[in-house]
């Protein structure tokens, strides 16, 4: 099973920052079946991006992901006061799994 | 507009058994696999189960296999998830969600109900 390990934990910023994260796979994952999800509390996750750097639909163009292999990353280029939450990546090899999460908190 | 609804959680005690429903509307069910997933109180996501539209093919996580049986009746636009021999650790906030594109599985879940939560405890 590969596994998944996000960084950092938790990540502080203000408004209007930009946002940089990592998901790193124990092994190579293929672009096509690699996802990143927002969650805010008391909410159902939300696909933001699939494909490894594909928008769902109706995500705003701040919001991308990139990368390949075993190394990921999801930018949002200028956090909005909405963007604060957890955010999961999540893969698919023989079964899906989801890393551990990142917190965007307000610094 | 798509729209998911859970229902079928509580409170059981170990070893019993439950089963969640998810009521789709706003698009064709029988054109989509379909997924469980859960959320333990306070943790991650944990992917539990998928069907295919057809609901010849099943997918289960190893926590789960033997003892979840997942299905779906496209006539009621529903889904639904045995759970059996429920245990502790099975304790979490139950999903539905829809998978991005196509009857078989893409593993990628664009839409998402509120969930069910279930506590297994005595």
């Known amino acids: 099973e590969i596994v998944l390990t996000q960084s950092p934990g938790t990540l502080s910023l203000s408004p209007g920052e930009r946002a940089t994260l990592s998901c790193r796979a124990s092994q190579s994952v293929s672009s096509s079946y690699l996802a990143w999800y927002q969650q805010k509390p008391g909410q159902a996750p939300r696909l933001l991006i699939y494909g490894a750097s594909s928008r769902a639909t109706g995500i705003p163009d701040r919001f991308s992901g990139s990368g390949s292999g075993t190394d990921f990353t999801l930018t949002i280029s200028r956090l909005e006061p909405e963007d604060f939450a957890v955010y999961y990546c999540q893969q698919y090899d023989s079964s899906p799994t989801f890393g551990p999460g990142t917190k965007v908190d307000i610094k | 507009e798509v729209q998911l609804l859970e229902s079928g959680g509580g409170l059981v005690q170990p070893g019993g058994s439950l089963r969640l429903s998810c009521a789709a509307s706003g698009f064709i069910l029988s054109n989509y696999a379909m997924n469980w997933v859960r959320q333990a109180p306070g943790k991650g996501l944990e992917w539990v189960s998928t069907?295919?539209?057809?609901?010849?093919?099943?997918y289960y996580a190893d926590s789960v296999k033997g003892r979840f049986t997942i299905s779906r009746d496209n006539s009621k636009n529903t889904v639904y998830l045995q759970m059996n021999s429920l245990g502790a650790e099975d304790t979490a906030l139950y999903y539905c969600?829809?998978?991005?594109?196509?009857?078989?599985?893409?593993?990628?879940?664009?839409?998402w109900g509120q969930g069910t939560p279930v506590t297994v405890s005595s």
């Open positions: 069907i295919s539209g057809s609901g010849g093919t099943t």
């Open positions: 969600a829809k998978d991005i594109r196509g009857s078989l599985p893409r593993w990628y879940f664009d839409y």
